[in-house]
């Protein structure tokens, strides 16, 4: 996928006011509309032009692409890393899935996907007394956290655009009781914590998307927590068991005489906590220690004499 300049596609500097990108779009809309343009790529252009707006006239999504295309050439190479949007807070409004559809790959990729995962929207009421829209963002957290739960100071971003039409970024911090048991994808709802209702009506929440930081040794899916699990060769060939220290605690794990690099073992209950409980599912990888000295050679050596071992015939019918 290639990364789109929607600076460049509308002619402004990138620190422009939204008034010059309101200026600019509508002047190029003019020259590229398709009912009155003689450009023979007019309807293309227009559709560049349309996507390239959307982003840069909304001051949440233009932070947002501020930040993930910072570095980043017209054209060139592009796939947003996992979770680029953490930390920054967005109201409710948005693209849906069909908007999000209209325009390019590379906006859908960056735009239409998380608005389509959850339902965010408050709906509507009296035009004079409407509780306040909610607000989401994505945050990331420590695995651990889900095992004990915690009290977490979290900072978020709020873009908003000053009153020289600039766009800036408001950071607020707040404390946060994360829940034992939570799960990627979980949502932590912060009541009165969004927009503000209007004509006295209740103000909106904050909606909190978990997701997991990496860690160096576990990953999550849903409640289930994987993992690679290192093993001797007499671990492996003759059985064993051996403990496993979990983000929370430890647990003993018996591993199976004659077990192969990438079998998976599956310890029920010993994964995030909930109920039900996940699973711990550990990949055997057999680890071979080195040869290094004289006597781990010997070993080697009289292994290779005594066991007869064709690893290459291994497997064959």
């Known amino acids: 996928m290639e990364f789109k300049d929607y600076y460049q596609i509308l002619g402004v500097p ?27 790529d007019a309807e293309a252009r227009m559709k560049e032009l349309n996507e390239a707006n959307a982003v840069l006239s909304d001051p949440e999504k233009r932070a947002a692409y501020d930040q993930l295309g ?6 060139q190479e592009f796939r947003p890393p996992p979770d680029w949007d953490a930390g920054f807070e967005f109201s409710s409004h948005g693209f849906s899935p069909g908007e999000a ?28 007394h409407r509780r306040g829209e909610d607000h989401h963002a994505k945050v990331l957290l420590d695995i651990e956290d889900a095992f004990s739960g915690a009290t977490r100071q979290i900072s978020l971003r709020l873009p908003k655009t000053d009153t020289q039409g ?3 970024l408001e950071t607020r911090t707040l404390n946060v009781r994360i829940p034992q048991g939570v799960h990627a994808g979980q949502v932590i709802r912060l009541a009165g914590q969004g927009s503000p ?25 849903g409640r289930d927590l994987l993992a690679t699990l290192p093993v001797a060769p007499w671990e492996a060939a003759l059985g064993a068991i051996v403990a496993v220290d979990l983000p929370s605690g430890s647990v003993k794990v018996r591993i199976p005489q004659g077990a192969q690099s990438g079998r998976q073992l599956r310890v029920r209950g010993k994964g995030i906590p909930g109920t039900p409980p996940g699973d711990l599912l550990l990949d055997v990888h057999v680890v071979l220690p080195p040869a290094d000295t004289p006597r ?4 080697y050596e009289e292994m290779a004499r005594e066991l007869a071992f064709d690893a290459r015939r291994q497997g064959r019918a």
């Open 296 to 299: 781990a050679r010997a070993v």
């Open 101 to 128: 559809a209209d325009f390019s790959d590379f906006f859908a990729e960056l735009f239409g996907r998380a608005a389509g995962q959850h339902d965010f929207s408050t709906g509507q009421s009296a035009a004079f």
């Open 14 to 40: 990138r620190d422009a006011t939204a008034d010059e990108i309101k200026k600019s779009f509508r002047k190029l809309a003019r020259k590229y509309h398709p009912d009155v343009s003689r450009e023979p």
């Open 197 to 221: 209702g209007n004509g006295g009506a209740a103000a909106g929440d904050l909606l909190l998307e978990v997701r997991f930081k990496p860690h160096p040794r576990f990953r999550a899916h």
């Open 166 to 168: 600039r766009l800036t």
């Open 70 to 75: 910072r570095g980043y050439q017209p054209g």
